[in-house]
């Protein structure tokens, strides 16, 4: 008798992706989280008991809020020179210190999602603070991990998982406004930027650009007349989207 075929794949845990807003407010610059060796995102429903004599002795429970966190462990990164901390993991060793002083000031925006485009119902964005940084220490031969603790702050919302179409996205720009003469630096924020060919403002070509990582461009500003461009990115997949305002650069 032959073998029945299997009809499941078991997914993997490292499918996910995570990234960090590191943009000032309110600037998008998304940047992922890079050597996490574990990973978990806890969702718990807070409840409080809610037996009555109806229940005949039978527990109930009644949930009234929901608590949220990512927990992970990375390994502690500096640049190939060593002379220098990874910039994400700088990133949130900052606003660990900043959140001592208080937690407004070391809250940023977070986002999870599987790093395929598998629309698997769990492509979530939030607000955290970073709660916890500390070293796992060890002897002279462990590696520097950090066991992370992202606490949710608010309530979590649903995305469209950004992997699912790798068309670029734009979704600010610093400055959004300038004159007429080329030159000037503008930074393009969004998303899918790796491997961009073009860079227009207004169907006019950037003379040079830089990808400095996927979720940022910095474009040279090339001579425009006066009014509104829709600033676009172009990729071997596609065209930026012109609709909407985020993309918009005034020229006067």
């Known amino acids: ?21 590191t943009g000032t407010w309110e600037a998008r610059s998304w940047q992922e989280l890079i ?28 949930g009234t809020g929901v608590s949220w966190r990512i927990e992970a462990k990375i390994f502690f990164s500096k640049n190939a020179a060593g002379t220098a901390v990874h910039p994400v993991h700088r990133f949130l060793r900052d606003k660990y210190e900043a959140g001592k002083q208080a937690t407004h000031l070391g809250e940023f925006a977070v986002r999870w ?4 485009g598998l629309d698997d119902g769990n492509s979530k964005e ?5 709660k916890a ?4 220490g060890g002897g002279p031969e462990a590696l520097d991990i950090v066991s992370l603790v992202l606490q949710g702050q608010g309530p979590q919302s649903v995305i469209d998982n950004p992997n699912a179409d790798m068309t670029p996205v734009v979704t600010s720009l610093s400055p959004a406004a300038g004159g007429t003469a080329a030159g000037g630096l503008v930074n393009i924020y969004g998303g899918h930027f790796t491997g961009t060919t073009a860079v227009s403002f207004g169907g006019t070509a950037a003379p ?4 400095i990582h996927d979720g ?11 009014g509104s461009k829709d600033v676009t990115v172009t ?14 650069f005034v020229v006067s």
């Open 1 to 21: 008798m032959a073998a029945t075929p299997t009809t499941r794949v078991t997914a993997l845990a490292r499918r996910y992706r995570i990234d960090l807003n």
């Open 35 to 62: 050597g996490k060796q574990e990973v978990t995102l806890v969702e718990e429903i807070r409840t409080e008991a809610d037996e009555t004599h109806e229940d005949n002795g039978f527990y109930r429970e009644t």
């Open 113 to 116: 999602y599987d790093k395929e």
């Open 126 to 130: 939030g607000t955290v603070f970073v």
């Open 133 to 136: 940084f500390p070293p796992d």
């Open 208 to 211: 040079n650009f830089t990808v």
């Open 216 to 226: 940022h461009i910095v474009a040279t500003k090339p001579a425009l007349t006066a």
């Open 235 to 248: 990729t071997p997949a596609g065209t930026a989207e012109t609709a909407g305002t985020t993309n918009d």
